[in-house]
């Protein structure tokens, strides 16, 4: 049988999925709960549900696999906005059941988008990557500059040449 989990902190889904015998453990999944303009009820619980599904499974699942990391990024100075997406692959190696619940122990993937942190702790169970790294941090240095260059903007403004 597969694991059942429970993408909510409501008590009440928990003690309603207790009531009625079924196993299941409880991951947080923070989203963005504001509505949509023009959203009916309806379609904003509904999204909410399949946005805490699919951010409880991205938290998940990770355990010898290979997982897709998009970063976008924009620069606007009023006139033209220029932007790019960058795409990362991230290989894990497999995750026992103790190292995943001292790593969720650990409190660093609790605040993280994709549930680990690359630059911390994560990057233990990190067994390849194919992209950037620091896009997978948060943002993709290189694509950045490229994009504040467009602009007339030079990185390295605060370093003295030696």
Known sequence: MNPL???????????????????????????DETPLID??????????????AEAGRAK????????????????LDGQRCESRVVRS???????????????????????KAGGYGIQGLGAV???GLNGSYSAV????????AELLGHFGIPCWQNLTVR
């Open 60 to 75: 998940l699942a990770l355990s010898d696999r290979e997982h897709e990391v998009l970063t976008a990024i924009a620069v």
């Open 125 to 127: 169970f990190v067994a």
């Open 89 to 111: 692959l991230v290989r894990f190696r497999s995750i026992s059941r103790q190292e995943a619940a001292a790593y969720w122990a650990s409190g660093e993937p609790q605040d």
């Open 5 to 31: 989990y429970l993408a909510s902190g409501s008590p009440r889904r928990r003690e309603l999925l207790t009531q009625i015998g079924v196993p299941f453990s409880a991951i947080s999944a923070d989203i």
């Open 39 to 52: 959203e009916s009820p309806a379609a904003y619980v509904e999204r909410l549900a399949r946005g805490k």
């Open 137 to 144: 941090v948060g943002l993709p240095v290189c694509e950045t």
